[in-house]
Structures are given as structure tokens and as C-alpha cells.
């Protein structure tokens, strides 16, 4: 993939398409709006101007979530490619197990299926509940990436170590050193200057008067050594592969069972991520524009039909948060209509073939590389404990039988203690 060359053939969408080829769709998109995730000593805006805490989807992407359910809506549903209304059996919604980003997929949700009069279990709330799956972060390797992979650490702290890096911070030890005396963080760098750059992204977002030694200048500054540090995140091919390959692979599992089971219902499978989800994924299928995503950035990758059995896949990339449009991106080395087929040969370098293994870790080893167990070992120290009790019990009554039977057998042992 060489150094991530990307060819976008990009092309407006409109929002309504009539096709009638259309058999699956994945999609990946990140949360909307939140409040700051780390809020620097000397912020003249500290945790309690945030109501619900740090790390919490804002109203303001609670209704951006909400609109991209009535974009999805539009796109799927008016078509007559999906059913107006809910139906258990089209979608499964999955989420990273972060709370900005179970509620982004409840608003999502919102808004792509509000109820209708049978569906309404009560008439002032105009919403119904749809499940939205989940799993622990140390065990998420596909949408929160938390993970354990040791080769992908090792990988980072190259790139962190690296020859362009090491230069970059010398070209900016200046701006550094004069973030730190600003921010009361110490050791300024490029690995952590995010936490100096979102956090003043989202004050200004909401209104809220930023610190006075942030100027123009200062933020534009900010928001580029940080698009720079996201950049490192997937520096190289192996990179992509173990951070975006997990949930591309999941999209070539479910086309490939859409192609095999033609009786299979799922019509939607909705992820509900991160930032560096989207950008991984995008990553991996050597599309990365090397651009933050925004919020609700959403990646759709399209399964059509035409003519019967001739499979080919669409890619779109909707990162404009209000925007009615989502551009066609086309696969390296591939047509904007990319067959199934060489869909799958083209992005195999970004799938994982034994994801456990490429991180370093041997079969079955725990998902967080600590003392983390897995559920076979639960259940199996349970059943020990179980057959544990039981043997003490059978020995406890066969003593008290003994005892009954004969009382002066154990009446030495017991004086002598």
C-alpha cells in the first residue's frame, strides 16, 4: 500500500437514489457531539461547567445523531429498500461500550425509526425501544479497540521514536514548552497535544470562552499537530490491519453470508464508534484522507446485485455533520462498482487472518493481556469450586458417621490438639 496513497474518485450522492440492486449495508459512524474527555489544570472551564461530566454526548449530539437517523431514513427507507417502520429482523445495531456512544445509537435510532401508532407503547413519547449490543472494552477488538495487542503497541512507540517525529518535535519544541507553562501539563508532546486541542474544540463548540493565550494562531496550530497525531495512530499498513482490519472483516463476513444465505433478513448492520474507528477502517481499505473524522462521520460500505449473482460493493464517506450528501469513494486499483470478489482480494493485506496471533499473543490468551478471564475459565473454576464443596461435605459426614459408629476412635487426636 506504499505510504497510504489514496484514490478517492469522489462523486456527490444524493440523498434519494432509486435501486432496486441493493441487497446489504454496513455502516460505521462516529458519536456526535460530547463535552471534553480531559480537562488541563489550568482551563479557565473545569469539569463543573460540564452538567454531565467528561466524555458525555451533548444535547447538541444527541440532535446531530438524530438528523443522521433521518438521513439514513431517506436514503433506505423511502426507496422502499428498508421498511418504514421497525422490523426486528432488517437491522443490528452494535456499539462501542462508551456511554456518548450506546446514546448516540439510541439517537440515531430516534430518528430513523420514530414509531407508529402500533409501536407507540405510550402516546406522549413519540419513541420506542430498539436493542443496541455491546461488549466490554478489553474484550473489543472491532469497534472500541481496547483490546490488547502488544505488536500494535510496539509498532506505535516506533513510529513515536521515529525519525520524522523525533524531527517534528524539535522543529516545535518552542510551541511545546510554551503549551506546558500555559496548561500546567508537563512534558508537552505530540503523543498527548490532543488533550490540549479537543478539549478547546469542544469549549468553542458550545459557546464557552476559551483561555485568553489561545488565540487564532494558537488553534490553528493546535487542531494541525493534532490531525498529525491522528495520522500516527495507522502510520503503517500492518498498523491499519490490526486497528481496522477486525471490522473489516466483519463487513466482508456479513456480505458474504447476504451472498450465500439469500433468505437472511438483515438488511442493516449499524455500528455505532469512535473517531478512530471510522478513520481506521478507512484505513484499511487504503482510503484514509488523513483527516480527523467529524462528528457523525459515517463510512457505508453497500452490497448490490446486478444482474442475479453478480455481486459488487459501493463505498461512501458522509463526514460533513449537517450536510444532505455522501461522497463515492473508490477502492484502490478498482471500479466505483468494485466486484464482490475483488472487493475482497483488494483489501485482503487489511484483514487479519489470525488476529490473536499478529498481535503477538497465543491462542486463547485473555483480551486485556492482565488477569482478565475468560469465560471458559469462569465457568470451569466454578464447577471446581462446586466439586470442591461437595467433596468436603461427603468427607464432613462420613466423620460425623465414624464418630456416631465408634466415639472413642479420633478422642486421642482430639485431646492431643
Not at 498529525?228 to 463487513?251: A, I, R, V
Amino acid at each position: 500500500m506504499g505510504n497510504f496513497q489514496v484514490f478517492l474518485s469522489i462523486s456527490l450522492v444524493s440523498v434519494v437514489f432509486a435501486d432496486s440492486t441493493l441487497r446489504l449495508v454496513n455502516l460505521v459512524y462516529r458519536h456526535g457531539d460530547r463535552s471534553p474527555v480531559v480537562i488541563y489544570p489550568k482551563d479557565i472551564n473545569q469539569v463543573d461547567k460540564w452538567p454531565q461530566g467528561l466524555g458525555w454526548l451533548s444535547k447538541l449530539g444527541e440532535q446531530e445523531q438524530y438528523r443522521l437517523g433521518q438521513w439514513l431514513k431517506d436514503r433506505y427507507m423511502s426507496t422502499g429498500f428498508m421498511n418504514n417502520t421497525y422490523r426486528r429482523e432488517e437491522i443490528l445495531v452494535h456499539s462501542s461500550d462508551e456511554d456518548r456512544c450506546l446514546m448516540s445509537a439510541y439517537s440515531n435510532l430516534a430518528g430513523l425509526y420514530p414509531p407508529d401508532v402500533d409501536q407507540q407503547f405510550n402516546p406522549a413519547i413519540k419513541w420506542q425501544p430498539i436493542p443496541v449490543f455491546t461488549r466490554p472494552k478489553p474484550e473489543d477488538n472491532m469497534l472500541n479497540m481496547g483490546e490488547y495487542c502488544p505488536r500494535y503497541n510496539d509498532l506505535l512507540q516506533q513510529t513515536l521514536s521515529s525519525h520524522a517525529v523525533t524531527e517534528e518535535e524539535i522543529k516545535n519544541k518552542p510551541f511545546y514548552e510554551f503549551l506546558g507553562k500555559m496548561t500546567g501539563f508537563d512534558h508537552e508532546n505530540i503523543s498527548n497535544i490532543w488533550q490540549i486541542a479537543d478539549t478547546t474544540y469542544c469549549e468553542k463548540a458550545h459557546g464557552m470562552n476559551v483561555s485568553s493565550w489561545i488565540n487564532d494562531t494558537v488553534f490553528q496550530k493546535l487542531r494541525e499537530l493534532e490531525a498529525y497525531q491522528f495520522t500516527l495512530l495507522f502510520y503503517t499498513p500492518e498498523m491499519s490491519m490490526l486497528k481496522g482490519g477486525p471490522l473489516l472483516s466483519q463487513f466482508i463476513k456479513n456480505m458474504n453470508n447476504k451472498k450465500t444465505l439469500k433468505t437472511l433478513k438483515t438488511k442493516m448492520f449499524m455500528y455505532s464508534a469512535h473517531d478512530t474507528t471510522v478513520a481506521a477502517l478507512l484505513s484499511a481499505l487504503g482510503l484514509y484522507d488523513k483527516k480527523s473524522p467529524m462528528y457523525t462521520a459515517t463510512v457505508i460500505v453497500e452490497l448490490h446485485e446486478k444482474p442475479a449473482n453478480n455481486y459488487y460493493v459501493n463505498i461512501f464517506y458522509k463526514n460533513v455533520t449537517d450536510n444532505s450528501t455522501a461522497y463515492k469513494l473508490t477502492l484502490p486499483k478498482c471500479t466505483a462498482d468494485c466486484p464482490l470478489d475483488d472487493f475482497i482480494r483488494l483489501t485482503q493485506w487489511g484483514v487479519p487472518t489470525d488476529w490473536l496471533k499478529q498481535c503477538g499473543l497465543p491462542p486463547g490468551d485473555t483480551p486485556s493481556g492482565s488477569s482478565t478471564l475468560t469465560t471458559g475459565w469462569i465457568v470451569a473454576i466454578a464447577l471446581g469450586c462446586v466439586l470442591f464443596i461437595f467433596v468436603i461435605a461427603t468427607i464432613a459426614c462420613f466423620v460425623r458417621m465414624k464418630r456416631k459408629n465408634n466415639p472413642f476412635q479420633f478422642g486421642k487426636l482430639e485431646v492431643s490438639s
